[in-house]
Nanobody, 125 residues
Framework: QLQLVESGGGLVPPGGSLRLSCVAS????????IGWFRQVPGKVREGISC???????AYHDDLKGRLTISRDNAKNTVYLEMRSLNPEDTAVYYC???????????????????WGQGTLVTVSL
């Protein structure tokens, strides 16, 4: 059974950068599309990026240019690089996967059924 664990969050000053990691265990993540989501307390969780099993990528329009998603199947890990961070990026960041039959493609996958526990990113002086 696929399990996901995020890491790499922390306190970063405005204008800074971070790289988040999503490490899978229990199963290889090579067959799955992995999405990154974020949630600000009191607000709806939003999807910000996704990488399909074939390596194709997708980004939230408002964040395009500041994010780079990548995967290293040999390390069972998906990364999210974030640049030019601002206080509005403060949130808990989650990675997730749909382990169903269409779970390999970002555009075809259903609602994720496997989530990590999240990693907190705080952008502040």
């Amino acid at each position: 059974q696929l399990q996901l664990v995020e890491s790499g969050g922390g306190l970063v000053p405005p204008g800074g950068s971070l790289r988040l990691s999503c490490v899978a265990s229990g199963s290889s993540l090579a067959a799955y599309a992995i999405g990154w989501f974020r949630q600000v307390p009191g607000k709806v969780r939003e999807g910000i990026s996704c990488i399909s099993s074939d390596g194709s990528t997708a980004y939230h329009d408002d964040l395009k240019g500041r994010l780079t998603i990548s995967r290293d199947n040999a390390k069972n890990t998906v990364y999210l690089e974030m640049r030019s961070l601002n206080p509005e990026d403060t949130a808990v960041y989650y990675c997730a996967a749909d382990t169903g039959p269409n779970g390999g493609d970002c555009e075809q996958q259903g609602h994720p059924d496997t989530w990590g526990q999240g990693t907190l990113v705080t952008v502040s002086l």
